[in-house]
């Protein structure tokens, strides 16, 4: 067995299992068993063709669940768990794999991020998956289940993964635990013939390898205009970047796009804004009085660029804040920043941080948003945590601003 491709279907109540195999061998029959919870649920067989088999399996037991079927969300992160068998003709087993699949679905309708037929917002926080002693590596599981009960234990219900395709042990965590994860490839540089060629063949071993976590809701192929420097107006590069939204959207049609994140947006199916303003009320009266201003090609909503290239506009896409705060703490470092003045104390902190995201939380046509940052890296000390995983402020006043219901505004003081 070389690859398996599982998608589900919440609404037909099935999910489709495609199977690839090294084997030109005649006869050869693929079996897929599904159980939940040690429940079986149903058995489908069907013939191996060149070494490739597709099949719909029903999933439906009026014994499970109160429709027949256990949804997969941050609240109830359900896992069916799936046996493939290789069987030759006399029944023999020639390769036999296990896996797991959780029944999900992520659409865009009418301005809104649905999971599952419902709105989801977005809470989340940046996530460069990287420690002082071992870089991009965790050391091990323990170190990735840490920073998934910190993200949820400060109220946020996703990360967005920056600059780094994650090792499938922390999107196996994040099924299991119910974590949101935006996937994100790494930047190149300077962009070049060869450079695109090279992101396109990464990008699509990226989707394919990653396609069967149900965590991952959102892909990111392009950051700030990274890679791609002159996309406001350069027609070769915005080209480019239709191109790789199309191509991962041909790879899987099942999950929004990101064309740009933060920035000069081509194609796309969420429009994406990184703004570090550090006072909570400019911010939100400029996105709430200059909606049409903001959401353009014509002016810089950050100050530096626009949410467009030029050529393209707003046609509706959800809108997220996918970068913002970023609150540095004063220290005796000269390399060390964040963004904005720091902040002397945890009051402080929390103050602009709750101006920050309540104000964004009451835009009616904001539908999420992500803090900068989990933890700090390097010379960035505007984490959370510190390298170390130790937090600076209390997690359980950011999970209280977290908790907060969108679509009211409170001041500073929380009235």
Not at 47 to 60: P, S
Not at 218 to 226: D, G
Not at 305 to 328: C, D, N
Request: net charge negative; glycine share 8%; with cysteine.
């Amino acid at each position: 067995m070389e690859k398996i491709k599982i998608t589900p279907d919440i609404y037909k109540k099935t999910v489709t299992i495609h199977t690839m195999c090294h084997s030109n061998k005649e006869n050869l029959i693929m079996k897929s068993d599904v159980y939940f919870e040690g429940k079986f649920i149903n058995s489908v067989s069907g013939k191996l063709e060149a070494g490739v088999c597709q099949m719909d399996i029903d999933v439906y037991n009026k014994y499970v669940g109160e429709w027949g079927i256990e949804l997969w969300s941050p609240d109830a992160p359900n896992l069916y768990t799936l046996k493939i068998s290789i069987l030759d003709e006399d029944d023999n087993c020639k390769d036999e794999v296990e896996s797991y699949f959780g029944m999900r679905d992520i659409r865009i309708r009418n301005g809104l991020v649905l999971l599952n037929g419902q709105p989801l917002y977005q809470r989340l926080v940046l996530d460069q998956g990287y420690w002082k002693d071992t870089g991009l590596t965790p050391e091990n599981d323990d170190v990735l289940l840490k920073d998934i009960e910190y993200v949820k234990r400060m109220g946020f219900n996703g990360v967005r993964k920056h600059q780094k395709t994650e090792s499938d042990r922390f999107l196996y965590w994040c099924d299991v635990h119910g974590l949101l994860v935006w996937g994100e490839g790494p930047s190149f540089y300077k962009y070049s013939d060869k450079a695109a060629k090279n992101f396109v063949r990464e990008w699509t071993e990226i989707v394919e390898q990653n396609y069967n976590h149900p965590c991952i809701i959102i892909w990111t192929p392009l950051n700030e205009s990274w890679g791609v420097p002159a996309i406001e107006r350069d027609v070769c590069q915005q080209n480019y970047s239709q191109a790789v939204y199309h191509l991962t959207k041909s790879l899987d049609s099942t999950r929004p796009v990101i064309s740009n994140d933060g920035w000069e947006h081509t194609t796309s199916d969420i429009l994406t804004l990184h703004d570090y303003e550090e006072d909570g009320e400019i911010m939100r009266r400029k996105y709430l009085t200059k909606k049409e201003e903001v959401l353009s090609c014509e002016i810089y909503h950050n100050n530096f660029r626009a949410a467009y290239a030029q050529g393209f506009g707003y046609k509706g896409e959800p809108v997220l804040i996918s970068e913002y705060g970023g609150i540095a703490f004063e220290d005796n470092d000269k390399e060390s920043w964040g963004y904005g003045e720091k902040v002397k104390t945890e009051e402080d902190f929390l103050e602009r941080y709750k101006a920050l995201t309540v104000g964004i939380k009451s835009l009616p046509y904001v539908c999420g948003y992500c803090y900068t940052q989990l933890s700090d890296v390097q010379q960035e000390k505007n984490g959370f945590l510190t390298e170390e995983r130790r937090f600076k402020v209390n997690p359980e006043k950011i999970r209280a601003i977290n908790d907060l219901p969108e679509g009211v505004f409170w001041n500073k003081k929380g009235h």
